[in-house]
């Protein structure tokens, strides 16, 4: 399997919440190398860490890990805000070396453009009925915790991980029509910007599919699916998904893809990635053609 990807974006990691996965997806990016990466917002779960959340030292390995692939590959990241992470309004957009803080952006590649986006501002609930929305944020916690319940006692019984919130969201016809119709308006939204395709996260549903002549990807979430987006160096995307990986062949591959001594020596130190001064004429409108 490939290791070195143009591109990935992952989103809803949801750092600082029991459920997220963070052990997992700091194993993941130790994997792969790419040029840039995209964190499509709810990375940081604010609303929880207000609320009984905790940040534990696996939610910072997790921006070790980021820090590593800026300092080591040279790696461009991009960290949209969410509805989970909000407060980064404070401060967009912000721009520190080889890390830029964006409510959005477009991204161009390949002679394609997309708008990226987290997705929650066309979300009628997480908009204009806040209060709801947190309603359904304690319901989902509560749903995450059965799952854990659940997965408990099949890992007990030798079964494989089954993930019982998507099974009661799928059985919820208004679950499923919500789904249907936020991914028809992203497309619509795309259209009308004129891009061709339109990258987003919120409803962690991972997907690759066409909508009406438009490229729907999301990058699903780091609760659940465990999945990411990917873009080739030839323009092709692909959904990643954790538990299809074999982890037991990654040191091979990893190992033969090693850089060259040249490339080892350019190598720039950890406190110049971050804390680099920025010409104010390098700062760009949040489009981006790659």
Same mark, same amino acid.
């Given at each position: ?74 790696? *461009? ?13 404070? @401060? ?45 944020? @304690? ?26 919130? *998507? ?100 190598? @720039? ?14 700062? *760009? ?6």
């Amino acid at each position: 399997m490939k290791t070195n990807y143009k591109t990935l974006i992952i989103s809803d990691v949801h750092l600082g919440t029991k459920g997220s996965k963070a052990k997992e997806i700091a194993r993941f990016l130790k994997q792969f190398r790419c040029e840039n990466l995209i964190l499509n917002g709810d990375i940081i779960d604010g609303w929880q860490l207000k609320k009984s959340g905790s940040w534990k030292r696996k939610h910072t390995r997790f921006f070790n890990r980021i820090l590593k692939l800026m300092e080591n590959h040279q790696t *461009q990241v991009y960290y949209l805000r969410g509805n989970h992470d909000d407060f980064l309004d404070q @401060i967009l957009p912000l721009q520190i070396g080889r890390l830029q803080i964006l409510s959005d952006m477009t991204y161009e590649s390949h002679g394609r453009k997309y708008f990226v986006t987290h997705g929650d501002i066309f979300d009628s609930v997480t908009t204009h009925f806040r209060w709801i929305a947190f309603l359904g944020d @304690i319901g989902y916690t509560f749903l995450l915790w059965l799952n854990r319940i659940v997965n408990y006692y099949r890992f007990k019984a030798g079964l494989p991980y089954y993930s019982f919130s *998507q099974y009661v969201k799928g059985k919820v016809k208004k679950a499923v029509s919500y789904i249907d119709d936020y991914e028809s308006e992203l497309a619509k939204m795309a259209k009308a910007k004129g891009c061709d395709g339109i990258i987003c996260g919120h409803i962690h549903k991972p997907e690759n599919r066409m909508i009406d002549g438009i490229h729907y990807l999301n990058s699903g979430d780091w609760v659940e699916s465990m999945s990411a987006l990917a873009e080739d160096h030839e323009g092709n995307w692909e959904l990643i998904h954790y538990r299809e990986l074999d982890f037991k062949n990654f040191k091979t591959e990893v190992t033969a893809s090693l850089t060259t001594d040249e490339e080892i020596s350019s190598i @720039i130190p950890l406190h110049r990635v971050a804390f680099d001064l920025i010409k104010d004429d390098s700062i *760009q409108p949040n489009s981006f053609r790659i």
